[in-house]
């Protein structure tokens, strides 16, 4: 297992401004891009579908609503026990790092979406992660990684922005920072400040053909958007590669 105490992902995840901030997150396109994403891999019900860093299960539960047996997994034990409200026969939540292994040739279909890799200092845990992920597939299964087109997205770093909820002042910035896309979010609770961090590694499309290479998967297919459009290394606000192992 690996230690978290230091990692920023363990700490802003289990914080509760965490929630607030993201509470009223638009779940209509995400629930969109999974109908579109489920029809063109002509999934099964018969199929075993994991969820990677899942949250609080949100994307996991409408998978299952429509048929599907799910797993969930996230680092955060407070998104693991808020996702649990969801849990069924077929609808299971676990607290797991992705680096350490979760079953072996299990699962038929792994989903990690939005942007939840890359999260690690080392470039050697980032591959562990993947190789983790890859060993819970089945032999002809199939992998999704939805990640940010950090040629766009550098591009687009822009000034702060400043949200009020529930009373709390969220001051966020967004830089580019030795490799990594950075957003620093500031919380003033009444006479307290606390600051957290996203960070995660700007990873390019020819770095995830590198890390692809060091594993069993193959590439079927790269798209640009959550409409499944063709990926543009310099317009497409996505990367979203299939790969089959």
């Not at 409408?62 to 997994?73: A, I, P, S």
């Not at 830089?175 to 961090?197: N, R």
């Not at 390019?204 to 590439?219: A, C, G, K, N, P």
């Amino acid at each position: 297992m690996y230690q978290q105490e230091e990692e920023w992902f363990s700490t802003w995840f289990n914080s509760p401004y965490y929630q607030i901030l993201y509470k009223n997150r638009d779940t209509q396109e995400a629930h969109a891009f999974l109908d579109k994403l489920i029809a063109h891999l002509n999934t099964k019900f018969t199929y075993r579908i994991l969820e990677m860093n899942c949250g609080t299960g949100q994307q996991a539960a409408y998978l299952n609503q429509k048929g599907f047996h799910v797993t969930g997994l996230d680092v955060s034990e407070k998104n693991i026990a808020r996702a649990k409200q969801f849990k069924n026969e077929h609808l299971q939540f676990y607290q797991h790092d992705m680096r350490d292994i979760f079953r072996t040739a299990y699962y038929d279909l792994i989903l990690n979406l939005f942007t939840n890799f890359g999260y690690f200092d080392s470039e050697t845990e980032n591959v562990v992660a993947l190789r983790s992920t890859v060993s819970a597939i089945k032999p002809g299964g199939k992998l999704v990684i939805d990640f940010i087109n950090t040629n766009q997205a550098i591009q687009q770093v822009t000034d702060g922005e400043e949200k009020t909820i529930d009373g709390l002042l969220f001051q966020i910035s967004r830089k580019v920072e030795k490799g990594f896309l950075v957003k620093t979010i500031a919380v003033t609770d009444q006479d307290q400040q606390h600051t957290f961090y996203e960070k995660v590694r700007a990873l390019t499309y020819d770095q995830f053909m590198e890390y692809f290479r060091m594993t069993s998967l193959r590439l079927i297919n790269v798209f640009g958007s959550y409409e499944l459009e063709p990926f543009n290394p310099e317009t497409s606000e996505r990367m979203i590669f299939i790969l089959k192992k």
